[in-house]
C-alpha cells in the first residue's frame, strides 16, 4: 500500500498544477518529429525510403516523441493530453523509488522518503510541466535501480541506454551512480562481473537502449559531444545558489510563476537544512547499512552535481532535480535511524508540512497572479487565433513560442523562429514585403530576444514599410503577452 499511496499523493498533487500555466516551448520541442518539423536534416536517418527521426536537439532523442506518437494519434494536443502521461510518468517513479528505498534501508525509511518526494515542489513543477524533459529521466532511472536490485540487470541497463538516449545528459546522474556503487558495493560488483553471461546481456540491454544516440553521432561524428560540452566553473557560485533553492523548492519562484509574495506561506520548505545535517550526520549513523545507503546517496549527488557544474549553460533548476530521488534517499535513511522513533516521525511530519506548504505557496501563486514568463497561459488563446488565421508563413520573433505553437496547432502552422540579427538584409525585406506572413513577439518588457522585434521594423521603416498590428494577446489576467502583426508598405502623404 505505501508504494501507491505516495504515487497517488503524487499525483493528486500534480494534476492540480496541470491546468494552471501554459505550454512551456521546450515542454513542446518533443512534438516537432510527430508533425514533421524536424530542424536539422541530420537529426533523422532513411532507411528503405523512409524518414526515421532520431534526435530533437543533439543530446535530446525522439523517445518522448514515441511515446506521444499513440497519444495524439487520439487524443488531440491539448494541456491534459501533454501533462497527463508525465504526471503519470511521475507517479511511477515515486512508486518505484518507494520500492527499490525499502529493498535498500528499509519500510521506514521508505515511508519517509516517498512522501519527501510526492510532496517536493521542485520535484512537482519540473515533472507536471516537463520542460527539461525530466519525467521520462527519473521513470527510468527509477526502473533501472529498482531493477538491479531485483537482480534483473540486462533489463535495467536497457532502462539506462532508453535514458541516455532520451537525454544524454543522464551521463551526470549514470556517472554518479557507477562511483558511488564500486566505493559502496565493490564486493557485489567483482562477484557479479564474474558472471560473463550476465555481463554480457547486461551490455546488451545497454547498446540496445543507447543504439538511436550512438547511431546518430556516428551519421554526425561526434555532434552530441560537441554541441553541449562546453567545460566551465566560471558559473559555479549561481549554480551552487540554484541547488540550494532548488532542494528548498524556491527556484522556480520568478520562473513558472512571479516572485513569492503572500507572506503567510513560506517560500523555503526545510529540506536544503535537512539535507546539510544527513551529511554532516552520516559518519555518526548507528546502523553500517544506513551509513552505506547515505554515502551512496552522497556520491551520487556529489558526482552528478560536480559533472554538471562543470560544463557550460547548466544549472538550472530542471538540471538540479536530475539529481533527484537522491537527496531524498539520503535524509530519509538519515532519519529512519532517529532513536526515539517518535523523535523520527516527528521530524518526517515537519519535513513534509514544509514541503505542503511550499507547494501551497505555488498554487496560491498561480491561482491569484497567474503563471508568467515563459509559462503564460496567453499561448492557448494564440494559438486557438493563430489556427483560424490565414497566414503563408509565421516567423515567432522570440524565445518559446514556435514549438508550443506548432503542438498546440498539430504543425499546421509550421512556425519558425527568427533571430532577425542572423538573417541577412535581403532575407529579412523580403519576409517583410509579403502580404501573407505574419510576426508574433511578446510584448512590452516581456521579452526574452531584446530589441528582435526592434530591429525587424527599424529594417522594416528603412525599406518603405510600416507595421500593421493584427491583434494582441492576453493572458488569463488581462495582461497583454503577444503581438500579432505584419508590414504594409507606407503610405506616402499626398
Same mark, same amino acid.
Given at each position: 500500500m505505501l508504494p501507491h499511496t505516495c504515487a497517488a499523493i503524487f499525483f493528486l498533487l500534480s494534476c492540480i498544477f496541470v491546468p494552471l500555466a501554459g505550454i512551456e516551448g521546450d515542454e513542446g520541442a518533443f512534438a516537432r518529429p510527430l508533425f514533421g518539423l524536424t530542424l536539422d536534416s541530420t537529426y533523422e536517418i532513411r532507411l528503405f525510403h523512409i524518414h526515421i527521426p532520431l534526435m530533437i536537439v543533439p543530446y535530446a532523442g525522439t523517445l518522448k516523441s514515441l511515446v506521444y506518437w499513440p497519444i495524439f494519434a487520439v487524443f488531440r494536443p491539448a494541456v491534459w493530453s501533454i501533462r %497527463? +502521461? &508525465? *504526471?503519470? $510518468?511521475? !507517479? *511511477?517513479? &515515486?512508486? %518505484? =523509488? *518507494?520500492?527499490?528505498?525499502?529493498?535498500?534501508?528499509?519500510?521506514?525509511? !521508505?515511508?519517509? !522518503?516517498? =512522501? %519527501?518526494?510526492?510532496?517536493? +515542489?521542485? =520535484?512537482?513543477?519540473?515533472?507536471? @510541466?516537463?520542460?527539461? +524533459? &525530466? $519525467?521520462?529521466?527519473?521513470?527510468?532511472?527509477? $526502473?533501472?535501480?529498482?531493477?538491479? !536490485?531485483?537482480?534483473?540487470?540486462? %533489463?535495467? =541497463? #536497457?532502462? @539506462?541506454? #532508453?535514458? @541516455?538516449w532520451d537525454k544524454a545528459i543522464f551521463l551526470w546522474v549514470f556517472s554518479g551512480l557507477i562511483v558511488a556503487s564500486l566505493i559502496t558495493s565493490w564486493a557485489a560488483i567483482r562477484e557479479w562481473m564474474a558472471g560473463k553471461r550476465r555481463v554480457g546481456f547486461a551490455a546488451l540491454g545497454f547498446g540496445i537502449g543507447i543504439l538511436p544516440l550512438l547511431v546518430y553521432n556516428v551519421h554526425s561524428p561526434m555532434a552530441t559531444s560537441r554541441a553541449n560540452i562546453h567545460a566551465s566553473f566560471a558559473d559555479i557560485g549561481n549554480k551552487l545558489i540554484s541547488f540550494r533553492e532548488t532542494l528548498a523548492g524556491s527556484d522556480l519562484f520568478g520562473v513558472v510563476v512571479s516572485p513569492g509574495s503572500h507572506r503567510w506561506l513560506p517560500d523555503h520548505t526545510l529540506f536544503f537544512a535537512a539535507f546539510l545535517i544527513a551529511i554532516a550526520s552520516t559518519p555518526f549513523l548507528p546502523r553500517s547499512k544506513a551509513r552505506t545507503v547515505a554515502v551512496f546517496a552522497i556520491v551520487v549527488c556529489v558526482v552528478s552535481f560536480g559533472l554538471m557544474a562543470s560544463l557550460r549553460y547548466t544549472g538550472a533548476a530542471h538540471h538540479i532535480v536530475l539529481l533527484y530521488p537522491f537527496p531524498q534517499l539520503l535524509v530519509a535513511s538519515t532519519v529512519a535511524v532517529i532513536r526515539p522513533v517518535r523523535l523520527s516521525t516527528a521530524v518526517a511530519i515537519l519535513l513534509i508540512i514544509a514541503n505542503l506548504l511550499v507547494t501551497s505557496h505555488y498554487l496560491v501563486q498561480l491561482d491569484l497572479d497567474g503563471p508568467t514568463g515563459l509559462f503564460t497561459d496567453a499561448i492557448y488563446p494564440l494559438a486557438t487565433y493563430m489556427d483560424g488565421a490565414k497566414a503563408g508563413t509565421v516567423c515567432t520573433l522570440d524565445l518559446g513560442i514556435r514549438d508550443s505553437l506548432n503542438l498546440l496547432t498539430q504543425g499546421k502552422l509550421r512556425a519558425q523562429e527568427e533571430v532577425i540579427s542572423s538573417l541577412s538584409r535581403e532575407t529579412a525585406i523580403d519576409m517583410v514585403s509579403r502580404r501573407d506572413v505574419l510576426f508574433i513577439s511578446r510584448a512590452g518588457k516581456s521579452e526574452y530576444f531584446r530589441g528582435n522585434a526592434a530591429s525587424l521594423e527599424s529594417l522594416a521603416e528603412n525599406a518603405g514599410y510600416e507595421r500593421s498590428l493584427s491583434r494582441m494577446i492576453e493572458d488569463s489576467r488581462g495582461r497583454p503577452q503577444f503581438q500579432i502583426f505584419s508590414f504594409l508598405p507606407r503610405k506616402i502623404a499626398p
Amino acid at each position: 500500500m505505501l508504494p501507491h499511496t505516495c504515487a497517488a499523493i503524487f499525483f493528486l498533487l500534480s494534476c492540480i498544477f496541470v491546468p494552471l500555466a501554459g505550454i512551456e516551448g521546450d515542454e513542446g520541442a518533443f512534438a516537432r518529429p510527430l508533425f514533421g518539423l524536424t530542424l536539422d536534416s541530420t537529426y533523422e536517418i532513411r532507411l528503405f525510403h523512409i524518414h526515421i527521426p532520431l534526435m530533437i536537439v543533439p543530446y535530446a532523442g525522439t523517445l518522448k516523441s514515441l511515446v506521444y506518437w499513440p497519444i495524439f494519434a487520439v487524443f488531440r494536443p491539448a494541456v491534459w493530453s501533454i501533462r %497527463l +502521461p &508525465v *504526471v503519470l $510518468a511521475g !507517479a *511511477v517513479s &515515486v512508486w %518505484l =523509488f *518507494v520500492r527499490w528505498t525499502q529493498k535498500l534501508s528499509g519500510l521506514r525509511a !521508505a515511508c519517509i !522518503a516517498g =512522501f %519527501l518526494l510526492a510532496t517536493d +515542489p521542485s =520535484f512537482i513543477l519540473t515533472n507536471t @510541466f516537463d520542460w527539461g +524533459p &525530466v $519525467a521520462l529521466q527519473h521513470l527510468l532511472l527509477m $526502473a533501472g535501480c529498482l531493477l538491479i !536490485a531485483s537482480q534483473r540487470c540486462a %533489463l535495467a =541497463f #536497457l532502462c @539506462f541506454g #532508453l535514458a @541516455f538516449w532520451d537525454k544524454a545528459i543522464f551521463l551526470w546522474v549514470f556517472s554518479g551512480l557507477i562511483v558511488a556503487s564500486l566505493i559502496t558495493s565493490w564486493a557485489a560488483i567483482r562477484e557479479w562481473m564474474a558472471g560473463k553471461r550476465r555481463v554480457g546481456f547486461a551490455a546488451l540491454g545497454f547498446g540496445i537502449g543507447i543504439l538511436p544516440l550512438l547511431v546518430y553521432n556516428v551519421h554526425s561524428p561526434m555532434a552530441t559531444s560537441r554541441a553541449n560540452i562546453h567545460a566551465s566553473f566560471a558559473d559555479i557560485g549561481n549554480k551552487l545558489i540554484s541547488f540550494r533553492e532548488t532542494l528548498a523548492g524556491s527556484d522556480l519562484f520568478g520562473v513558472v510563476v512571479s516572485p513569492g509574495s503572500h507572506r503567510w506561506l513560506p517560500d523555503h520548505t526545510l529540506f536544503f537544512a535537512a539535507f546539510l545535517i544527513a551529511i554532516a550526520s552520516t559518519p555518526f549513523l548507528p546502523r553500517s547499512k544506513a551509513r552505506t545507503v547515505a554515502v551512496f546517496a552522497i556520491v551520487v549527488c556529489v558526482v552528478s552535481f560536480g559533472l554538471m557544474a562543470s560544463l557550460r549553460y547548466t544549472g538550472a533548476a530542471h538540471h538540479i532535480v536530475l539529481l533527484y530521488p537522491f537527496p531524498q534517499l539520503l535524509v530519509a535513511s538519515t532519519v529512519a535511524v532517529i532513536r526515539p522513533v517518535r523523535l523520527s516521525t516527528a521530524v518526517a511530519i515537519l519535513l513534509i508540512i514544509a514541503n505542503l506548504l511550499v507547494t501551497s505557496h505555488y498554487l496560491v501563486q498561480l491561482d491569484l497572479d497567474g503563471p508568467t514568463g515563459l509559462f503564460t497561459d496567453a499561448i492557448y488563446p494564440l494559438a486557438t487565433y493563430m489556427d483560424g488565421a490565414k497566414a503563408g508563413t509565421v516567423c515567432t520573433l522570440d524565445l518559446g513560442i514556435r514549438d508550443s505553437l506548432n503542438l498546440l496547432t498539430q504543425g499546421k502552422l509550421r512556425a519558425q523562429e527568427e533571430v532577425i540579427s542572423s538573417l541577412s538584409r535581403e532575407t529579412a525585406i523580403d519576409m517583410v514585403s509579403r502580404r501573407d506572413v505574419l510576426f508574433i513577439s511578446r510584448a512590452g518588457k516581456s521579452e526574452y530576444f531584446r530589441g528582435n522585434a526592434a530591429s525587424l521594423e527599424s529594417l522594416a521603416e528603412n525599406a518603405g514599410y510600416e507595421r500593421s498590428l493584427s491583434r494582441m494577446i492576453e493572458d488569463s489576467r488581462g495582461r497583454p503577452q503577444f503581438q500579432i502583426f505584419s508590414f504594409l508598405p507606407r503610405k506616402i502623404a499626398p
